[in-house]
Each structure stands twice: as C-alpha cells, then as structure tokens.
C-alpha cells in the first residue's frame, strides 16, 4: 500500500477543514501553499504519525492555538500558552479605539493592565513606535510569554523603548515605579465571566487559564476594581477603555459614572455586541 498524501489525510481527517489544514501544516512544517504544490505525494510514516498526534489532541478539545502555539492579533504572529488567554479578534476593537484615543499624542504612556500574552499592549506599541507601553500581568507565567513576544515582534530600536513588563494585580503592580506614572491611556481585557457561567467548562475555555476568564464572583469584581482605581493614575482628560461581556456594558457604564469618568460610552464588536466601555476623567 501507498502512503497517504497530505490531501488523503485532510479528506479523511474528522476535524473541522480548516483545523485539519492548520494542524498539517503545523505538523508537516509546511506553508499553506505547499499543499497545492506537495499535496499528492507520499508522507512517510512519522509525517503521519506527527499530524495522527495532534489530531488527536484536538479530537480531545484543545485549542488549535495552544497545540500550534501561535495565534494572529492585529496583524501581528502571537506565541500562545496554556499560561495565557488566546487573543480574540473581538479584542482588536480595544486596541483600534486606544490607538484612535492617541492619536495626536506625542510620545504617549499607555498601561495595559492583565496583558496575558501581550497582544493588546505589543499590538499599540508595533502601530506607535513612540509610545512608551507599561504591561502588567499577576502571572509570573504570562509576564514570560509576554515578554518574548514583545522581543519578537517589536523593533528592539523602537523611540518608545522596550515594553516594561510589571508583576502584580491591577494598579498595584504600578505602585513601585518611580517617578509614579501618569498616563495618556489605560486598556484592560479582565476577567469578566461570572463564576458560574456554564461557558467556563466548554469549548477552548476549559484549556486557557481559568485567572484569565472569570473573577469566581460575578463577573464585574475585576472590572470594578480597575475602573475604581484608573482616575488616580491617568492624566486629566485621559480616557479607560475595558472590554468586557456581551450583557455587561450597561452595567460597565454605571460603574464609569459613579467613578467620576466623563464620556462614558460602549462600542460594538463585528458581531455587533457592545463589547468595551470607556470614559475619560474630568479635564
Ligand atoms: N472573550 C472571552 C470569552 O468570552 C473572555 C475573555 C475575558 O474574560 N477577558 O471567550
């Protein structure tokens, strides 16, 4: 019998067509056209045993990202671990409404708070090279991913420097720096699913760290605490943006208003879900 071709075990794999292209690819350490060009001759034996491998861990739920490592945000090729959240296209309106935010701002000093991978924080710093990005993360596990994807994929000669990656739960990760930072913009992607909310236990969630989904209260406790603390370390005028859950903006702008904030407002995602908040403080 002939060994399979890459397209013979694309036809007979189980997953979903596209999991299947990526996982052989990834597998084959082939680029996408070389199914066109390989695609029907022979695989030997550990080829196949190689994509076999991460069929199965797939078959078994685990997200194409952790399995390959990688995942896309805004343009840029993410090194993704079961240590840190997988960047969501959703969260790409963040990062557009904090560089629309700065637009104008020389040389601005932007906080990220629970980078995770750092997609939100490296993806402003690649579109402006003269801003000066502190991220934060509690994880000493993330802050590692982070920071080798800052080293990869920013320009280590950037105007703005190197991103400054800080250990510790939202503001007080800050407390430390000196001189005390003022900035021009806050962004966070919090924990903002319920403690009990059935999501948690399907799909790719049951394998992204459970710290980088829910705050094991009610949804808002994470969200609350930063929109709390932002005032005190923004500049006059600055604004927070956070993202949050398809049925929480309401909810997101009341706590933006009793904190003083001005302009407080909620935009849609692509899919048309108020999915961020953000307000700025008084001039
Ligand atoms: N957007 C993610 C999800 O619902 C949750 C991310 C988060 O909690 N910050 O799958």
């Not at 969260?91 to 040389?107: F, I, N, P």
């Not at 997101?252 to 407002?265: D, K, Q, Y």
Request: glycine share 8%; net charge negative.
């Amino acid at each position: 019998m002939t060994a399979a071709t890459a397209l013979e075990l694309l036809r007979a794999s189980p997953l979903d067509a596209l999991d299947a292209r990526v996982l052989l690819t990834h597998a084959l350490g082939w680029r996408r056209t070389d199914l066109i060009t390989r695609g029907d001759v022979p695989l030997s034996d550990t080829q196949i045993a190689g994509f076999a491998a991460l069929e199965q861990r797939r078959i078994a739920g685990e997200p194409i990202a952790q399995i390959t490592g990688r995942r896309e945000f805004y343009g840029l090729d993410f090194e993704v671990t079961a240590a840190v959240l997988i960047p969501r296209p959703d969260t790409e309106l963040l990062v557009e409404t904090a560089l629309h935010a700065l637009d104008g701002k020389q040389a601005p000093l932007v906080a990220d708070l629970g980078t995770g991978s750092g997609a939100i924080a490296i993806a402003i710093a690649a579109q402006r090279p003269d801003a000066c990005v502190i991220a934060t993360d509690r994880s000493v596990d993330a802050l590692v991913v982070a920071k080798r994807n800052a080293q990869r994929l920013l320009a280590p000669d950037r105007a703005g420097g190197v991103l400054d990656f800080v250990e510790g739960n939202w503001f007080d990760a800050l407390v430390p720096l000196t001189p005390r930072p003022r900035f021009d913009a806050i962004v966070s992607n919090p924990p903002y699913i319920a403690a009990h909310d059935p999501h948690l236990s399907q799909g790719d969630l049951r394998f992204e760290p459970a710290s980088a989904l829910t705050d094991h209260a009610d949804g808002l406790s994470a969200l609350r605490a930063i929109v709390a603390g932002a005032p005190a370390w923004l500049k006059p005028g600055a604004p927070l943006w956070v993202e949050h859950g398809y049925d929480q903006a309401a909810a997101v702008r009341s706590i933006f208003t009793e904190h003083g904030f001005r302009a407080v407002a909620s935009l849609r995602d692509l899919a048309g879900i108020e999915r961020i908040t953000g307000g700025t403080t008084p001039p």
